[in-house]
Each structure stands twice: as structure tokens, then as C-alpha cells.
Nanobody
């Protein structure tokens, strides 16, 4: 059964860094666009970053220059390096995989990121 498992969330002070990992099992990575969404309390889920099988990347404006997405196909893992974190980055971060052939999306269970002093 295909699944995504996120890890790496936690509590960090403003200005700090975290690295999220998303391990994908049951997927052939080159058939998927893989990325991260986040959802803060009372807000809609929003795209953070996505990486495509050709290496192209899209990063949302609020995190551009601070967050980096990367993938390690050998480890079936996608990473989100988050630097210069701000309180407004506080959210549950979800990994997702969208299949190119039919746009079907699989979601992870989410990992909490809290930025607070």
C-alpha cells in the first residue's frame, strides 16, 4: 500500500531551522510530483513547495529564499529544509504525491511545526 510518512517537525524559536522528511513507500518517484502543503489553525491548506521528476521546483512566495525542497530518489525521500523560521510558519505540514497520469493525490498524516519563543 502506497503511503507517505513525514517526520522532523517540532518546536523551534524564531530564526531557527528545521528539516522535514517525507519517506514514500510503494511509489515510483519519477511518476509523481511531490511536495509540501501546510495548514495553520483556522486557515486553508496552502502549497509550500513542490518538486517534479525533471528537477523543476516551485516554492511559494511566503517561504521563498528561506525554504528549500529536495529529493533523494535512492532513498525515496523528499526533504523540506526550513531556515529563518517565523511564527507565521507555524502549521501542520503535509507531504503529498500527485500522480502525473491521473492527478490522483496521496497525503501523509502531517507533522506539526511550531515557531515560538
Amino acid at each position: 500500500q502506497a503511503q507517505l510518512v513525514e517526520s522532523g517537525g517540532g518546536l523551534v524559536q524564531p530564526g531557527g531551522s528545521l528539516k522535514l522528511s517525507c519517506v514514500l513507500s510503494g511509489f515510483t518517484l519519477e511518476n509523481y510530483a511531490i511536495g509540501w502543503f501546510r495548514q495553520a489553525p483556522g486557515k486553508e491548506r496552502e502549497l509550500v513547495a513542490v518538486i517534479f521528476s525533471n528537477g523543476n521546483i516551485n516554492v511559494a512566495d511566503p517561504v521563498k529564499g528561506r525554504f528549500t525542497i529536495s529529493r533523494d530518489n535512492a532513498k525515496n525521500t523528499v526533504y523540506l529544509q526550513m531556515n529563518s523560521l517565523k511564527p507565521e510558519d507555524t502549521a501542520v505540514y503535509f507531504c503529498y504525491a500527485r500522480k502525473y497520469s491521473n492527478s490522483y493525490v496521496t497525503w501523509g498524516q502531517g507533522t506539526q511545526v511550531t515557531v515560538s519563543s
